[in-house]
């Protein structure tokens, strides 16, 4: 008897689960609903929106802006051996580009989105050209032959070239004074063909940054160094017992460099340098970089400029 109870109670059990399976307000088992994609966060949310066919949106996508700069540039582009970081008037200009592309989330610190890239004159070019960077911020002159290799923002900065020289030398007061003379400049550098243009007669020494030309000018290698006057206003306050002589034998209007064909780039760099000048962010990198060492106050690149 005890086996066919547990039989029948086998058996209802059974015939309850088949009643509860076609109805009697039992629902069907349902399939678990598909996980959600995750939300963008809300730094990223934030970013500018850019065409996706467009340059900019590339870089966000990277992550990164790789930037060429020169690392013993003062006052335009140095790294600080210090703390490791860079800075100066070009690397602050990059810097407002990085946030004008990442938005809200690189405001507190740009470098956590730039990629630094040390570049000297001769390798500015090339560094563009085989997309090791996306822009060059380099004191880069604008000029036509340099138009047909890459691209180049509007001008940013514009000064023009002159002589350095020790303190003690009454010799060399210009550029015709060059005749004969020993002079260092930067190779590649449009400083190298405009002491060449202005005076055949001089004997070029070619380095591959200023710093070196300053210690072969204090080592007695060279007479004179020359460049943009601003870089040798960099030089000046490493040696005060240099001098700059004689007036601008050319003009110097820097723009940032990139590789040609980048989608929307150019015109985008354009508008933030634009609107830097006008909101009066260029006058306050120009006052706490170029100042210091021109002693002058400008509100713009063409700006002529006062006294500081």
């Known amino acids: 008897m005890r086996s066919i109870s547990v039989r029948v109670i086998a058996l209802g059990a059974a015939l309850a689960v088949l009643a509860a399976a076609c109805g009697g307000g039992a629902t069907a088992p349902t399939t678990a609903p598909a996980t959600a994609a995750p939300a963008a966060t809300a730094a990223t949310a934030t970013r500018p929106k850019f065409e996706l066919s467009s340059y900019m949106y590339s870089i966000q996508t990277k992550g990164k802006l790789r930037v060429g700069t020169r690392e013993d540039n003062v006052p335009f582009g140095l790294k600080n051996p210090t703390t490791g970081k860079f800075e100066g008037f070009d690397v602050d200009i990059v810097r407002e580009f990085t946030i004008a592309i990442f938005g809200a989330e690189a405001k507190a610190d740009p470098d956590k989105f730039i990629e630094w890239i040390p570049v000297v004159s001769a390798t500015r070019i090339p560094t563009l050209k085989d997309n090791k960077a996306d822009i060059v911020a380099a004191t880069f002159t604008v000029n036509d032959e340099r138009l047909k290799e890459i691209d180049f923002t509007t001008v940013y900065f514009r000064t023009g070239q002159k002589i350095l020289v020790k303190k003690s030398d009454t010799t060399i007061k210009?550029?015709?004074?060059?005749?004969?003379?020993?002079?260092?400049?930067?190779?590649?550098?449009?400083?190298?063909?405009?002491?060449?243009?202005?005076?055949?007669?001089?004997?070029?020494?070619?380095?591959?940054?200023?710093?070196?030309?300053?210690?072969?000018?204090?080592?007695?290698?060279?007479?004179?160094?020359?460049?943009?006057?601003?870089?040798?206003?960099?030089?000046?306050?490493?040696?005060?017992?240099?001098?700059?002589?004689?007036?601008?034998?050319?003009?110097?209007?820097?723009?940032?460099?990139?590789?040609?064909?980048?989608?929307?780039?150019?015109?985008?760099?354009?508008?933030?340098?634009?609107?830097?000048?006008?909101?009066?962010?260029?006058?306050?990198?120009?006052?706490?970089?170029?100042?210091?060492?021109?002693?002058?106050?400008?509100?713009?690149p063409h700006d002529k400029g006062r006294a500081g």
């Open 174 to 300: 210009s550029v015709a004074d060059l005749k004969d003379k020993t002079v260092c400049t930067a190779k590649g550098s449009t400083s190298e063909k405009n002491i060449a243009a202005k005076n055949k007669d001089a004997k070029l020494l070619l380095l591959d940054t200023y710093v070196p030309c300053l210690i072969a000018l204090q080592q007695g290698q060279a007479d004179a160094v020359s460049t943009d006057e601003t870089i040798l206003f960099g030089l000046v306050k490493q040696d005060p017992n240099t001098k700059i002589v004689g007036d601008y034998f050319s003009d110097e209007p820097y723009g940032i460099g990139m590789a040609q064909k980048r989608e929307g780039f150019a015109p985008f760099l354009n508008r933030v340098i634009a609107d830097m000048i006008a909101d009066g962010r260029w006058a306050a990198l120009y006052k706490k970089w170029i100042t210091p060492v021109s002693s002058d106050i400008k509100e713009g």
